[in-house]
């Protein structure tokens, strides 16, 4: 069972509201996050970085959006993918995510924000634990399809509740209506956590940017 450190971590980072205080509950989460999260039964990187290699060929630039300790891009280096680019909010995640080398760049960014890259700069993005309680906006769609050339994907999770209830499924599906990317997959509701936070619901999306 995870201990009980674990345990609050993830409820105090779901609990905190505004980029400023949810910035400092990662900074001081850093140096445990990915031994907390493993104690919970951390899958989502896995099965984000599953949806990613059947639709995503290995070769050009990927962008791990609000990468963490760069979970999900290991995953990703591990089969084969090479120029990595990670962003987030917190100095010290990025931190952690350097030790791991698998990274061509990583950058302090917001999500939510106008991101500092040109528009079409990557093949794909991979964003994973983003979406949901206290994180990033649904308005950061916007910027990924802007930052993802025209036939690359972007895989996403999005908590379920916040999917059904903070206006996210309008969004996506707004987007897609008017013609600015395509559902390519979409997973079943599953539990990100398979050892605690059983309240804790997800999916996964796959969408092709077309603009």
């Known amino acids: ?71 999900a891009s290991e995953n990703l280096h591990i089969l084969g993918y090479r120029d990595l ?19 061509s760049d990583l950058r302090r960014m917001v999500m939510g924000q106008r991101l500092d890259f040109a528009s079409n700069a990557f093949s794909a993005a991979i964003v994973t634990g983003v979406f949901t309680e206290g994180h990033a906006p649904h308005s950061s769609f916007d ?28 969004k996506m599906d707004d987007l897609e209506a008017n013609g600015l990317w395509n559902l390519s997959e979409k997973s079943d509701p599953f539990r990100p956590f398979t050892i605690s936070a059983s309240h804790v619901i997800a999916r996964i999306f796959v969408y092709q940017a077309t603009s």
Not at 90 to 102: H, I, K, Q
Not at 158 to 169: A, K, L, P, S
Request: proline share 3%.
């Open 1 to 71: 069972m995870p201990d009980q450190e674990a345990s609050n971590n993830l409820s105090s980072a779901f609990a905190v509201r505004g980029n400023e205080a949810l910035e400092t509950q990662y900074d001081d989460w850093a140096n445990t996050y990915d031994q907390d999260n493993a104690a919970m039964g951390f899958r989502l990187p896995v099965l984000a970085t599953a949806f990613f290699a059947r639709w995503v060929p290995i070769g050009g630039k990927v962008l791990d959006a609000g990468c963490g300790t760069g979970l």
């Open 85 to 103: 680019v990670g962003i987030d909010l917190s100095n010290a995640m990025l931190g952690r995510a350097r030790e791991t080398g698998v990274f």
């Open 143 to 170: 910027e990924l399809i802007r930052i993802v050339k025209p036939g690359g994907h972007i895989v996403l999770n999005v908590r379920e509740d916040i999917y059904q209830n903070h206006g996210f499924r309008e």
